[in-house]
């Protein structure tokens, strides 16, 4: 029954920033653990970013490592993506995605039961 909607997207400038926001319709968020997803056309769906129930725990794939922060407030349902110095090749659709527990978080869609619609990041100049 939970819900989840992306916002965020739109276009920016090679070595801009832009912050992605998934927001549950639910208030019980603190229960999941939550992971951001992009995929481009002809291209599996990778993993970026996850962050566990507490956000005591993160993990990120090695081409966000540096650039893009994941966090979480629980007390508004909702998850971030702030990313930074964007390049080109992060052009994509965004998907948040959620688990139900765990005091942990891996970048894998492994178990991630509930998915967002998705947000549009066109990085272009």
């Known amino acids: 029954q939970l819900q989840l909607v992306e916002s965020g997207g739109g276009l920016v400038q090679p070595g801009g920033s832009l912050r992605l926001s998934c927001a549950a319709s639910s208030f019980i968020l603190d229960y999941y653990t939550i992971g951001w997803f992009r995929q481009v056309p002809g291209k599996e769906r990778e993993g970026v970013s996850c962050?566990?129930?507490?956000?005591?725990?993160?993990n990120y794939a090695d081409s966000a490592k540096g650039r893009f922060t994941i966090s979480r407030d629980n007390a508004k349902s909702t998850v971030y993506l702030q990313m930074n110095s964007l390049k080109p090749e992060d052009t994509a659709v965004y998907y948040c995605?959620?688990?139900?527990?765990?005091?942990?978080?891996?970048?894998?869609?492994?178990?991630?039961?509930?998915w967002g619609k998705g947000t549009l990041v066109t990085v272009s100049s």
């Open positions: 995605a959620a688990h139900y527990g765990s005091t942990w978080c891996a970048v894998s869609e492994v178990g991630m039961d509930y």
């Open positions: 962050i566990s129930s507490r956000g005591d725990s993160t």
